[in-house]
């Protein structure tokens, strides 16, 4: 027997991705199941991109095009980075990639060696530990909780924090639990930072444009003491109901930048430049983008009332983001709730632990989806359930 490679072969599959898929096959056969575990905007691509993507390829713009991305979507990122994050990246420090996922990716190869640690906060996006161990490095949870609104204190990174730290991600409008930044975080993340000179800070900030009612996203990057090592993680899925397109982008220093060049030249080699082309229309989008925020928003707050009525539910108020962050005090942990829901009451979600969730008692339900898939899911746990 061959043995492939050790690092690759024990990483855990995606849950999200293999509930996703599992709940897909199931609904074949039941279709009354409701689908809430993945995190894909149920919106078309606003027409103008499309047409923008379909008006480049047949204008023959289908070949190799510079690895870092077209001229003209760096300057455009590097103007919005500017004047909407008080982040001031060059057009050179700009790299688009195929997908926020791949940026991530990106930055985690081209800051860690093997045996470096790198910190992440739970509840936190289910990919960060497994790229952090594919590049040879160990990931360090710091636990947030539910009970301190999953505040970020500089006391617990501190804490977490060893010779051998190299890295800290954070992700915010965050994934799954809906939260944003408060003042207190960021100065207690950019307090950690000035203590720490030897940590990079990738801030994937992908739900970047869905936020609710006056909460305010800001860019660690706009912290000028540190941001020449925050690495900006962004990307067009989510915004811009763009999944499908693979269409990402980081921005960081002149020496992290060399460093991915070499990466993704004998990898990608580039991200499809009609793509990008495209990209440039997106940018364009406010309206559209609006419109889809709203429609989330609405969706939210379907779930905060209908969900916080039920005996055993708690749900926390999205700030960003399209999650449901939803605790069960069912007297099952978070895997158990999520089957007993499944088999009770057809609905679907992903259980904290795929998050790292520590207190495992939490589920995550996207209201990506229509607000009709909303009111049955209320109407079976309340059928389930009973209300408080
Ligand atoms: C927190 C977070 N970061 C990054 C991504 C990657 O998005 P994409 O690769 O589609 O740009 C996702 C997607 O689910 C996410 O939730």
Redesign the pocket.
Known sequence: MIELNRTISSLTPSKSVTLMEKTKAMQKVDSSIINLTG?EPDFPTPAPICEEAYRQMMAGYTHYIDGPGIMELREALAKKLQEENGAFYTPDQIFVTP????A?YLAVQSVMNPGDEAIWLTPG?VSYPSIIESSGGIPVAVHLKWDEDYRITYEALAEATTEKTKLLII?YPN?PTGKVLSETDREALARYMRDYPNVVLIS?E?YEHIVYDDHKVVSMASYKDIADRVIVVN?F?KSYAM?GWRL?YMACSDAIFKVAKKLFQHTMSCTSGFLQKAALVALECKEEMEQMRQSYDRRGQILYEGLNQLKGVEMKKPEGAFYAWVKFDLGMDSQQTCEYLLEQAKISGVPGIAYGEEDKVCVRYSFASSEECLYNMIENLTALLGKK
């Open positions: 995190g997908g926020g996922k791949f991530v996006w992700n994934n994937d992908i990307g899925s999944t990402g």
